[in-house]
């Protein structure tokens, strides 16, 4: 069945630093992903997707990066602020269903250190 | 332009109860789906509904139903109640014209006592 699990629960990360969130997923069929920043209180937010043609997405501050040969993701966000702390996901969408049916990992909190 | 809306955002029920959540998607949205979201098994898809179909479902009993109106608005229901329903339950809305963004709401926070 489809997964998809995030490494370290936790990342502490000192404010102006490059944060790196990373994911992993298991099905190989798998051919597009989510990031999603869900803040106290608040519902998921979207924040990237990444389809399985590409291996690099950019956005403001943020970055995705797939590698489907170890079936790998990871976020990057640059100079990180205090309003990025929040719970990350990663999901995907599974093959052959609607864009709607979304299955999230686990979440890692990002906290800020100043 | 105004986001998902979800109602009650809070609500306390005892165990044997049912209820419904509403959730009203963003304008000309016309996919809904419902998640789970505990602490224990994370955020967990229910069903998806779609022209007033259910499009998609996941792995829940069947206590767990939901509908769409003609207007996109959908509505869930759990039925007999357990403790362990306690969540918060959270909707999503796309358009699902070739876009892939699902937009959630703030989500009803379900307590069963």
């Known amino acids: 069945g489809e997964s998809v699990g995030l490494h370290l629960p936790t990342l502490s990360v000192q404010e102006g630093d490059n944060s790196i969130i990373n994911c992993a997923y298991s099905?190989?069929?798998?051919?597009?992903f989510i990031w999603y920043k869900q803040e106290s209180g608040k519902g998921p937010q979207f924040i990237i997707d990444?389809?399985?043609?590409?291996d690099k997405r950019q956005g403001q501050r943020v970055t995705v990066l797939l590698n489907k040969t170890v079936k790998h993701l990871s976020l990057q966000i640059a100079a990180t602020q205090p309003g990025d702390s929040a719970v990350y996901f990663c999901?995907?969408?599974?093959?052959?269903?609607?864009?709607?049916?979304?299955?999230f990992g686990s979440g890692t909190r990002l906290s800020i250190r100043p | 332009k105004a986001g998902v809306t979800q109602t009650p955002r809070y609500l306390i029920k005892t165990r044997g109860q049912q209820v419904t959540l509403s959730c009203s998607p963003i304008?000309?949205?016309?996919?809904v789906s419902w998640y789970q979201q505990t602490p224990g098994q994370g955020l967990q898809f229910l069903f998806e509904?779609?022209?007033?179909?259910?499009?998609n479902k996941g792995n829940f009993p069947g206590r767990f139903s939901g509908r769409q109106f003609s207007n996109s608005r959908s509505e869930m229901n759990v039925s007999t109640l357990e403790l362990g329903d306690s969540a918060l339950y959270l909707c999503?809305?796309?358009?699902?014209?070739?876009?892939?963004?699902?937009?959630f709401g703030q989500g009803t926070r379900l307590t069963v006592v």
């Open positions: 999901a995907e969408s599974p093959p052959y269903s609607s864009a709607s049916k979304i299955i």
């Open positions: 509904y779609f022209s007033e179909t259910q499009r």
């Open positions: 990444i389809r399985s043609n590409m």
């Open positions: 999503a809305s796309s358009n699902s014209r070739g876009d892939t963004e699902a937009f």
């Open positions: 099905n190989s069929a798998s051919d597009y």
């Open positions: 304008s000309g949205h016309r996919s």
